[in-house]
């Protein structure tokens, strides 16, 4: 039989020499495809699809081992507040006396929840630690230690000890503490309640050292702290705090006259809950 195709048995040297020419061009030319072709797919893989992920580009270093995080080095001066009515620190008077619970023997303390020199009266409500770290703004946020902390605040009803009726004959919720080499000075006290027109809060000075904290003549900063809005509320939902919930309930850190302006740096971080006790942190920043 006859086939078209055996002519090409026929047609000499010349041809067969020229055909394996043409089918090792067609080889190469299919080899640099496939090649282009994988090239622009491991250099797409993980990329957004451009034209520019055909591009072939060194491999990239190896990542360089983790460091350790830094120590925080951004901090503000906390804000100077006033020291209110009740300070306790010599500055102003109490039924006819001075009135100077840094003059007392037993001060410095870290639990501030019973009175002392005499007076017997214990504050009682959710238990609350506070912890307040010292740094100092002009030199990276370093920890100031040897420093002093008097921190004061009201009980769960509102009132000032040495102040307010029926509780001027105690000195509970003031205490002054030393900061340790880590800056901080930890105070065990109850959370406060909240009274009207103000949210709820505590005050501090910040003294050079527990010798100079005698008298507020001495202070180098006085100012206040301040909570969160829902542990304020889980905590006035119990017993013993009577007003507290109505008078907070009326106001907030945006309509309170001393943190409208602005609370950021004076908001504590608060954990625990009502059944274990809260702890409160403050970062302190000020010009050492």
């Given at each position: 039989m006859h086939h078209?195709?055996?002519?090409?048995?026929?047609?000499?040297?010349?041809?067969?020499?020229?055909?394996?020419h043409q089918q090792?061009?067609?080889?190469?030319?299919?080899?640099?495809?496939?090649?282009?072709?994988?090239?622009?797919?491991?250099?797409?893989?993980?990329?957004?699809?451009?034209?520019?992920?055909?591009?072939?580009?060194?491999?990239p270093s190896p990542a360089p081992s983790p460091s350790p995080a830094p120590s925080p080095s951004s901090c503000s001066v906390i804000p100077s507040e006033t020291e209110g009515p009740y300070p306790g620190d010599g500055s102003n008077s109490a039924n006819g006396s001075i009135a100077n619970v840094l003059a007392l023997s037993g001060v410095?303390?870290?639990?501030?929840?019973?009175s002392i020199a005499g007076a017997s009266g214990i504050a009682t409500g959710v238990p609350l630690q506070v912890i307040i770290e010292l740094v100092n703004t002009n030199a990276s946020c370093a920890d100031l230690s040897g420093y002093a902390i008097y921190l004061w605040h009201c009980d769960a009803l509102g009132r000032y000890s040495m102040y307010?009726?029926?509780?001027?004959?105690?000195?509970?919720?003031?205490?002054?503490?030393?900061?340790?080499?880590?800056?901080?000075?930890?105070?065990?006290?109850?959370?406060?309640?909240?009274?009207?027109g103000r949210v709820p809060h505590m005050h501090f000075e910040v003294y050079r050292s527990t010798t100079t904290a005698t008298h507020g003549n001495n202070k180098l900063r006085t100012s206040q702290l301040c909570f969160p809005a829902?542990?304020?509320?889980?905590?006035?939902?119990?017993?013993?705090?009577?007003?507290?919930?109505?008078n907070d309930n009326a106001i907030?850190?945006?309509?309170?006259?001393?943190?409208?302006?602005?609370?950021?740096?004076?908001?504590?971080?608060?954990?625990?809950?009502?059944?274990?006790?809260?702890?409160?942190?403050l970062r302190v920043g000020v010009a050492g």
């Open positions: 078209d195709h055996d002519h090409d048995h026929d047609l000499g040297l010349a041809h067969d020499l020229s055909r394996l090792a061009f067609e080889r190469r030319t299919a080899l640099r495809w496939l090649l282009g072709a994988g090239a622009a797919t491991i250099a797409g893989c993980g990329g957004g699809g451009s034209s520019e992920a055909a591009t072939a580009s060194p491999a410095v303390r870290s639990d501030i929840r019973a307010s009726s029926g509780v001027t004959g105690e000195n509970y919720l003031r205490g002054v503490q030393a900061t340790g080499s880590d800056g901080t000075a930890t105070f065990q006290t109850i959370y406060p309640g909240c009274y009207a829902d542990v304020n509320t889980a905590v006035y939902a119990t017993s013993g705090y009577g007003n507290s919930a109505a907030s850190l945006t309509s309170d006259g001393i943190f409208s302006d602005g609370y950021t740096t004076q908001l504590c971080t608060v954990t625990g809950s009502v059944s274990a006790g809260y702890v409160a942190t």
